[in-house]
């Protein structure tokens, strides 16, 4: 159970050093896989100089891993507040361009209603001249013709 126990925590540790050095070298496996090896040469050079018991070995690893894990803790939070930020300001830009639309539709149906009435009122002008003038015109050949034959005209 204890070697169990271990694995799962050694497989832990490994993902999260996973994750921080990628996100350490700002998403660049390669630049990240460099790192953990000059790391681990440093820490290898370290041990080599010393002469570590097992257990001693594991609590400088445990502190190692406490140290790693806060790293992580704290970069994570960080990304958290980051996006937590862009989701504001991503909800207030949607917000403004909303409002935007909503402005640019009330403003297109105004000029578009005052365009219809305009020409309403400019149809219905052009329909009344033309009623006055088929109706002048009407009556004025009206009485051509009745005066041609005898009746009216006097």
């Known amino acids: 159970m204890a070697s169990r126990r271990a694995i ?21 496996p390669s ?3 460099k790192k953990l090896e000059h790391d681990v040469s440093a820490a290898g050079a370290r041990l080599k ?3 570590l018991s097992a257990n001693e070995a594991q609590k400088k690893g445990e502190v ?11 970069t994570v939070d960080s990304v958290r507040g980051e996006v937590k930020q862009a989701d504001q300001v ?3 830009k949607m917000h403004e361009a909303g409002s935007k639309l909503d402005h640019l539709k009330d403003d297109g149906a105004k000029k578009l209603d005052a365009a219809y009435k305009d020409t309403s009122k400019e149809l ?5 001249t033309f009623d006055k003038t088929v109706n002048k015109k009407t009556a004025e ?7 041609w034959l005898g009746f009216g005209g006097k």
Do not use: M, P
């Open 8 to 28: 799962q925590v050694g497989g832990a540790a490994v993902g999260v050093g996973a994750v921080y050095y990628l996100y350490a070298a700002g998403g660049n």
């Open 31 to 33: 630049v990240a896989e």
């Open 49 to 51: 100089g010393q002469d």
């Open 64 to 74: 190692f891993a406490k140290e790693a894990g806060a790293t992580i803790d704290r």
């Open 90 to 92: 991503i909800t207030a």
């Open 124 to 128: 219905q002008q052009t329909a009344d």
């Open 141 to 147: 050949a009206k009485s051509g013709i009745s005066s």
